[in-house]
Antibody, heavy 121, light 110 residues
Framework: QVQLVQSGAEVKKPGASVKVSCKASGYTFTGYYMHWVRQAPGQGLEWMGWINPNSGGAIYAQKFQGRVTLTRDTSISTAYVELSRLRSDDTAVYYC??????????????WGQGTLVTVSS | QSALTQPASVSGSPGQSITISCTGTNSDVGGYNYVSWYQQHPGKAPKLMIYDVSNRPSGVSNRFSGSKSGDTASLTISGLQAEDEADYYCSSYTSSTTWVFGGGTRLTVL
């Protein structure tokens, strides 16, 4: 069965960087786009970007341009999001989300369990 | 890319129907049939309820339906049940090959 298992909670200081991993299993990792979405405490969902695991190409939300990097390691079926120059308002749960894009449509079908990143001095 | 516009809250009594709107622009909702709706209960990951404007994933109740007119998409829940009380988010593909979410709507079942 499809599973997306994310790395554990992180506590970082303002100005630092954080890298969250998402290990995929149960499907061909390079066959589906991986998106990243975050949710600050008590707030709504915010789309950050997506990566094509096959090519490594990535697209980022304008808000995060220059601060976020999406990468992947196909040898271990793992996607990563790295966010730099952290601020307190980056405190959020970060989700990896598998998207299907084919003749059946374009939609998310599996979410990771979420990783809480806390930015605090 | 600005967030899609949703009402902050809606409410309804058990058995009633409610509709949640999601307004964007012709660069997102109005330009593509890639609109999704998610249900989120407290402390849980979002669950896909509708994709591609009006398609229901396997296992989602047929009480949930989606539609779109111009730049506004809508989620309708018929026969409201207590378990439907949750936050609902719309999401759309955009002309920048990005995605954008709505601000979310809190549904209260009275």
């Amino acid at each position: 069965q499809v599973q997306l298992v994310q790395s554990g909670a992180e506590v970082k200081k303002p100005g630092a960087s954080v890298k969250v991993s998402c290990k995929a299993s149960g499907y061909t990792f390079t066959g589906y786009y991986m998106h990243w979405v975050r949710q600050a405490p008590g707030q709504g969902l915010e789309w950050m970007g997506w990566i094509n695991p096959n090519s490594g190409g990535a697209i980022y939300a304008q808000k995060f341009q220059g601060r976020v990097t999406l990468t992947r390691d196909t040898s271990i079926s793992t996607a990563y999001v790295e966010l730099s120059r952290l601020r307190s308002d980056d405190t959020a749960v970060y989700y990896c989300v598998r998207y299907t894009y084919d003749t059946s449509g374009y939609y998310s079908d599996y979410w990771g369990q979420g990783t809480l990143v806390t930015v605090s001095s | 890319q600005s967030a899609l516009t949703q009402p902050a809250s809606v409410s309804g009594s058990p058995g009633q129907s409610i509709t949640i709107s999601c307004t964007g622009t012709n660069s997102d909702v109005g330009g593509y049939n890639y609109v999704s709706w998610y249900q989120q209960h407290p402390g849980k990951a979002p669950k896909l309820m509708i994709y591609d404007v009006s398609n229901r994933p396997s296992g989602v109740s047929n009480r949930f339906s989606g539609s779109k007119s111009g730049d506004t998409a809508s989620l309708t829940i018929s026969g409201l049940q207590a378990e439907d009380e949750a936050d609902y988010y719309c999401s759309s593909y955009t002309s920048s090959t990005t995605w954008v979410f709505g601000g979310g709507t809190r549904l209260t079942v009275l």
